[in-house]
């Protein structure tokens, strides 16, 4: 969701981890890995029914936040709200969702639908639903890879 998630402050990026994100993200950076996302969509549509959702002010935790960005943004409209995750964030559905698991709203889909699955989910006490064709899988760092490539050649 554009709008959304490009108003997220960067200062949230980590703000919004668990203590377990937290500890997996730095364990990442030490050994110079990052995640990365393989697989593919199978269109099983459990994403839609079972999203996590972010404002100006961070991830949407209660009602009043979620009334609060409603009246100033048209987009979430189309999310209601279904219950509350073990981490604490509100989990929504999409009435967008086509009985055939189909968007019917492909075209003018939100950035969170396009840019789905969100490595950050990892750190955030969330995942990818269950049935998702997506997995995210530990890689060494370009930056690592680079340096190790011109270490080599210096000698
Ligand atoms: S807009 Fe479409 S892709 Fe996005 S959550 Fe709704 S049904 Fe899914
Ligand atoms: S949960 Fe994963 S596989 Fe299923 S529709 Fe969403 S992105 Fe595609």
């Known amino acids: 969701m554009k709008s959304i998630v490009k108003s997220k402050k960067i200062i949230s990026f980590f703000t919004d981890f668990t203590l377990a994100g937290l500890i997996q993200f730095i364990f990442l950076k030490i050994r110079r890995k990052v995640l990365v996302v393989r697989g593919s969509c199978n269109c099983c549509g459990n994403c839609c029914r079972a999203i996590n959702l972010e404002g100006p002010k961070g991830w949407i935790k209660s009602e009043q936040y979620f009334q609060e960005l409603l ?31 189909m968007c019917t709203d ?14 950050r989910l990892t750190f955030c006490g969330g995942g990818l639903p269950d049935g998702c064709g997506y997995r995210f ?17 210096s000698k």
């Open 137 to 153: 899988e530990e890689m060494k760092s370009f930056k690592h890879v680079l340096d190790n490539k011109l270490k080599h050649n």
């Open 71 to 101: 009246m100033k943004n048209h987009e979430f409209s189309r999310f209601s709200v279904v219950k509350k995750d073990q981490s604490g964030h509100l989990v929504f559905e999409c009435k967008k969702l086509g009985e055939n698991n």
């Open 106 to 119: 492909y075209d003018q889909r939100p950035d969170v639908c396009r840019l789905f699955p969100d490595k």
